[in-house]
């Protein structure tokens, strides 16, 4: 072996022992589990995509099963060997609920469908967000309570105890669970009264009124919610000049007084000059975000039970 060879040899053998004594520069229990989680979120994208993938070449809806499993088992995971360093924690509902939303959105832009369809049966999914959405009929300036998709029926977030008026509730215990699994950024207004503090002082809620969806199973499902400022806010058309500003699935041509079958697409109606209730607490007050669907629309802060609105339900799923 010549001189030079054998010197060129130790020299790489040395360079690679002192990289391997070297620590990884930068390379924390923070920075791992950061880059793990990384990691993680790009799997469950590419999970999420080949799903939806091979639903458009089956003509199925796509099976997400395996993303979610893996996703949360490999993301508490990492969370447990970061002993507590990982920059973020216990966000796995916030991150999976990002990268699903922005999975959806783009296998709906990749499918040129429209972003609103009517499934024929008294609702509408929408395909952007994979959410589905009540329809509303109805629309002649009258309530009409024994119908719950009446355009024009309006309801209290919540009531007030009548042994003791400062502690809002819900009037029964389905409401009750409901409103406090689904209401965002805190739960007041969603107990029921206690001993002592008389009975609820409303004979219905927002949150009744959903909960009474449930119980029929409309449109075959029983997991319908009052929707979040987000969700809510998500339908508005910004582009229209007129009353209501939403799209054409939720205004249909028919809408009027003669607008009763929930199931013609023509017929679905929105109410333009009355705010909707959102599940969405107004920071610093006893009150809930609403959105009004006049042009240029603004959200706004209601108090729960002394203004009474409209509600329209949701559902995660298509």
């Given at each position: 072996m010549g001189e030079t060879m054998r010197k060129t040899m130790i020299g790489t053998a040395l360079a690679a022992s002192a990289l391997l004594a070297m620590p990884a520069l930068g390379l924390t229990a923070a920075k791992k589990c950061e880059a793990g989680k990384l990691k993680e979120a790009g799997n469950h994208t590419f999970c999420r995509m080949k799903a939806e993938a091979k639903a458009v070449k089956t003509g199925q809806g796509p099976d997400y099963s395996k993303c979610g499993s893996k996703f949360s088992t490999k993301w508490a995971s990492l969370e447990t060997k970061a002993g507590g360093m990982c920059p973020t924690s216990g966000d796995l509902s916030a991150q999976t609920a990002d990268l699903t939303r922005n999975t959806l959105g783009t296998a709906w832009q990749l499918s040129g469908e429209p972003r609103f369809a009517d499934n024929g049966d008294g609702t509408i999914r929408d395909n952007k967000l994979g959410l589905?959405?009540?329809?509303?009929?109805?629309?002649?300036?009258?309530?009409?309570?024994?119908?719950?998709?009446?355009?024009?029926?309006?309801?209290?977030?919540?009531?007030?105890?009548?042994?003791?008026?400062?502690?809002?509730c819900q009037p029964t215990s389905a409401a009750a669970t409901l409103c406090?699994?689904?209401?965002?950024?805190?739960?007041?207004?969603?107990?029921?009264?206690?001993?002592?503090?008389?009975?609820?002082?409303?004979?219905?809620?927002?949150?009744?009124?959903?909960?009474?969806?449930?119980?029929?199973?409309?449109?075959?499902h029983t997991d319908w919610r009052v929707p979040t400022w987000q969700e809510l806010h998500g339908i508005f058309d910004f582009a229209d000049p007129t009353y209501p500003a939403v799209d054409v699935a939720f205004e249909g041509p028919s809408c009027g007084d003669a607008c009763t079958d929930i199931s013609d697409p023509a017929c679905s109606c929105t109410e333009g000059i009355v705010d909707h209730w959102s599940a969405t607490s107004f920071a610093g007050s006893q009150g809930a975000w609403v959105v009004y669907f006049g042009?240029?629309?603004?959200?706004?802060?209601?108090?729960?039970?002394a203004d009474y609105s409209v509600v329209r339900a949701v559902r995660t799923g298509s």
């Open positions: 589905t959405w009540e329809k509303k009929v109805e629309r002649d300036g009258e309530t009409n309570l024994s119908n719950p998709h009446d355009a024009d029926n309006r309801y209290f977030w919540s009531g007030q105890c009548t042994l003791n008026p400062s502690k809002l406090a699994a689904n209401a965002e950024g805190g739960t007041t207004g969603c107990d029921e009264c206690a001993g002592g503090e008389g009975t609820c002082d409303v004979g219905g809620t927002a949150w009744t009124w959903a909960a009474d969806l449930n119980t029929a199973s409309f449109g075959g042009p240029g629309g603004f959200p706004q802060g209601r108090d729960r039970t």
